[in-house]
Antibody
Framework: QVQLVQSGAEVKKPGASVKVSCKAS????????IQWVRQAPGQGPEWMGW????????VYAQRFQGRVTMTSDTSIATTYMDLSNLKSDDSAVYFC??????????WGQGTLVTVSS | DIQMTQSPSTLSASVGDTVTITCRASQSVSTWLAWYQQKPGKAPNLLISKASNLESGVPSRFSGSGSGTEFTLTISNLQPEDVATYFCHQYRGHWTFGQGTKVEIK
């Protein structure tokens, strides 16, 4: 079955960067886009952007432009989300989501990122 | 970006009741709308896609309706295990989500 397994929780200081991984299994990795979403405590999810693992093409939400980089490694069916210059309000759970023709169908388990001095 | 306004933010109902959650989009999303259930510390669980398509394994007491800018999620015969937060999600354009409705049992 389709599975997206994310890397473990991270604690970072303000100004640092974090790289979250999302390993896919159970389907043809290059055939589906991966979207990244984050969710701050008590809030609705917030879309960050997507990557086409086949071409490496990306689209980022405007508010993250210049701070986020999404990449993929088709040899190990893994997508990465790198967020730089972290601030305290970047503390959130980060999710990768498989998109089937734009429609969400599978979520990773989430990765908690805590930004604290 | 398309804004999603969800209401109410919390609701309290009795076991066996029928509850309705509403989501309004700032512009038409056709039927490109999903509903999720989320329990604390867990990823959102997809209940409904394309506004009204029940996902496999989801109890039939959950139903979705609407198109364009107005959508509803209905839970019939509310059960204790339905205590959770529910989100709407439009995927017509860049994804956006509602702020959530917390469902409690009286």
């Amino acid at each position: 079955q389709v599975q997206l397994v994310q890397s473990g929780a991270e604690v970072k200081k303000p100004g640092a960067s974090v790289k979250v991984s999302c390993k896919a299994s159970g389907y043809t990795f290059s055939a589906y886009y991966i979207q990244w979403v984050r969710q701050a405590p008590g809030q609705g999810p917030e879309w960050m952007g997507w990557i086409n693992p086949s071409s490496g093409g990306t689209v980022y939400a405007q508010r993250f432009q210049g701070r986020v980089t999404m990449t993929s490694d088709t040899s190990i069916a893994t997508t990465y989300m790198d967020l730089s210059n972290l601030k305290s309000d970047d503390s959130a759970v980060y999710f990768c989501v498989r998109a089937n023709s734009g429609q969400p169908d599978s979520w990773g388990q989430g990765t908690l990122v805590t930004v604290s001095s | 970006d398309i804004q999603m306004t969800q209401s109410p933010s919390t609701l309290s109902a009795s076991v066996g009741d029928t509850v309705t959650i509403t989501c309004r989009a700032s512009q038409s999303v056709s039927t490109w709308l999903a509903w999720y259930q989320q329990k604390p510390g867990k990823a959102p669980n997809l209940l409904i896609s394309k506004a009204s398509n029940l996902e496999s394994g989801v109890p039939s007491r959950f139903s979705g309706s609407g198109s364009g800018t107005e959508f509803t999620l209905t839970i019939s015969n509310l059960q204790p295990e339905d205590v959770a937060t529910y989100f709407c999600h439009q995927y017509r354009g860049h994804w956006t989500f509602g702020q959530g409705t917390k469902v409690e049992i009286k």
